[in-house]
């Protein structure tokens, strides 16, 4: 069982920055491909960004390209996103997810969940 618990959210003004991470319980977490989604209220979850176990591949929803990256450190059993060029429209709830080896842009296809971290960007 992997547990991820993500951190670094917060209130922002428009235009600002904030990193979120996520660190993984699995002691066998560079075997695992991550992602990041979010859920703004009323809205259903949606992709965000994707790194594949090693980090040498990534994935990025339209919305977010040029102003959002991702990364990982598998020393650290963490991945981060960076999120620049913030905008009200980024305002949610952040979470990421883990599943074996090949990363995904679909919700479906991960197995374990954080609980999320708030993100909201003031205009």
């Known amino acids: 069982q992997v547990q991820l618990v993500e951190s670094g959210g917060g209130l922002v003004q428009a235009g600002g920055s904030l990193r979120l991470s996520c660190v993984a319980s699995?002691?066998?977490?560079?075997?695992?491909?991550m992602g990041w989604f979010r859920q703004a209220p009323g809205k259903e979850r949606q992709f965000v960004a994707a790194?594949?176990?090693?980090?040498?591949?990534?994935d990025y929803a339209d919305s977010v390209k040029g102003r959002f990256t991702i990364s990982r450190d598998n020393a650290k059993n963490t991945v981060y996103l960076q999120m620049n060029s913030l905008k009200p429209e980024d305002t949610a709830i952040y979470y990421c997810?883990?599943?074996?080896?090949?990363?995904?842009?679909?919700?479906?296809?991960?197995?374990?969940w954080g609980q999320g971290t708030q993100v909201t960007v003031s205009s």
């Open positions: 997810a883990a599943r074996k080896f090949i990363y995904s842009n679909y919700e479906a296809a991960y197995n374990y």
């Open positions: 699995e002691r066998t977490f560079d075997r695992y491909a």
């Open positions: 790194i594949s176990w090693s980090g040498d591949s990534t």
